[in-house]
C-alpha cells in the first residue's frame, strides 16, 4: 500500500574544506516492493517555487541504493557500498557522467519506517569534485 509518510532528509556537501547542508521535510510515498524499498517525495526549489523536483529513492537490501532526480534537473546515482559507478547527472549547463564511490551505506528501514543513510563522493575526470552524506528519516503519517 502506498501511504502517505512524513520523510526527512539531510543533504550534506563537503567542497574544498566548504560544508553545505540542506534539509528538506515533507510527505511523500513509502513502500516494498518485490524486495525493494521505494521512498517517493517531491522537492520544491527555495529560490523558484514553481521548479520541482519529483524525487525516487530505491533501495536493494543493504548494499544497493538508488536515487533518482526527475524534473527540472534530471540526475541517476546509484550507491553501491564498495564499488564505483558512473552515474548520470544532469545541469542548468548540460549533461554530465560523474564516478560516484559509496563508503557506507546504513539500511535500517522496516515495513513502517525508520533511517537510512549513506556516504559517498563524487568524481569527475578522475579528479575528486565532492564528499557527500545522504539521511532519509521515515516515519508514519498519522491518519494512515
Known amino acids: 500500500m502506498k501511504d502517505k509518510y512524513l520523510i526527512s532528509v539531510i543533504g550534506t556537501q ?40 519529483d524525487n525516487t ?14 524534473g527540472a534537473a ?7 557500498k564498495g564499488r564505483r559507478h558512473q ?21 535500517n528501514l522496516s515495513e513502517k519506517g525508520g533511517t537510512l543513510q549513506a556516504a559517498y563522493t563524487l568524481d569527475f575526470n578522475a579528479g575528486l569534485v565532492s564528499k557527500n552524506e545522504i539521511f532519509i528519516k521515515v516515519t508514519e503519517k498519522e491518519g494512515n
Open 14 to 53: 563537503y567542497v574544498d574544506g566548504d560544508k553545505d547542508v540542506v534539509k528538506l521535510k515533507t510527505v511523500g510515498e513509502y513502500y516494498c516492493e518485490n524486495d525493494i524499498i521505494y521512498i517517493k517525495y517531491k522537492e520544491y526549489d527555495n529560490e523558484n517555487p514553481m521548479i520541482c523536483f
Open 87 to 107: 552515474c548520470h547527472y544532469n545541469t542548468m549547463f548540460g549533461d554530465l557522467m560523474v564516478g560516484v564511490f559509496t563508503n557506507i551505506i546504513e539500511n
Open 74 to 80: 534530471n540526475s541517476r546515482l546509484t550507491l553501491e
Open 57 to 70: 529513492v530505491t533501495v536493494e537490501g543493504d548494499n544497493v541504493v538508488t536515487v533518482i532526480r526527475g
